[in-house]
C-alpha cells in the first residue's frame, strides 16, 4: 500500500501494536481491503516473534482467505481460514489490542458460511460475519500518542 518507511523499527521499544504499517493493516481490514491488508501486516509480521507473529500471521491468513471468499476461491479460503484458527490457538491472551478468542469464534462462523456458500448456485455472504479491526486501531492510535509518537490519519 504505502512504500513510506514512517514507521520506527518494530523492537522491544516500540511493540507491533504501535506500528504505522500494522495500523495502516487494520484500517485496509476495516475498509475490505484485504490484499492491502495483508501487505501492510506482512511487513510488521516478519519482524515479530511468540504470540505476536502467531496473531499477526492469523489476521494475513484471514486477510488472504477474505480475498479468495470474494473471488470465487472456496477451497483456499477455507484452507486459511484453518490456519488461521491454528494460529489463534498459539495466542494466549489480547495481543495488538486483539482479543483471540472471539477472534476464532468469528473465524469459524466464516468457515461455516464458506462450506454452506460453496454449495450455493450464488453465493451471498453475510457482512456481519466480517470481523472489524476499528477497535484495535484506535487503541494503537491513542497508544502511539501516549507514547509521543506522531499521531497516524484516521
Avoid at 495502516?24 to 501486516?41: K, N, P, S, V
Avoid at 483456499?76 to 489490542?97: D, I, K, M, N, Y
Wanted: proline share 8%.
Amino acid at each position: 500500500m504505502s512504500d513510506e518507511r514512517d514507521d520506527p523499527p518494530t523492537d522491544d521499544a516500540l511493540p507491533a501494536e504501535l506500528t504505522a504499517r500494522f495500523v495502516r493493516g487494520l484500517d485496509c481490514f476495516t475498509r475490505g481491503e484485504w490484499y492491502d491488508a495483508h501487505e501492510e501486516l506482512e511487513e510488521v509480521w516478519s519482524g515479530e516473534v511468540g504470540a505476536k507473529r502467531h496473531l499477526l500471521q492469523a489476521l494475513i491468513q484471514l486477510a488472504v482467505a477474505l480475498h479468495h471468499r470474494g473471488n470465487g476461491n472456496f477451497g483456499g479460503a477455507l484452507s486459511l481460514c484453518e490456519r488461521a484458527q491454528e494460529h489463534l490457538a498459539e495466542v494466549p491472551h489480547a495481543t495488538c489490542f486483539i482479543e483471540p478468542k472471539p477472534l476464532a469464534a468469528q473465524v469459524a462462523a466464516l468457515e461455516q458460511e464458506l462450506r454452506r456458500q460453496r454449495e450455493a448456485a450464488e453465493p451471498r455472504y453475510d457482512p456481519a460475519l466480517l470481523p472489524s479491526f476499528a477497535h484495535a486501531a484506535e487503541a494503537a492510535r491513542a497508544a502511539r500518542e501516549q507514547r509521543g509518537l506522531p499521531p497516524l490519519p484516521r
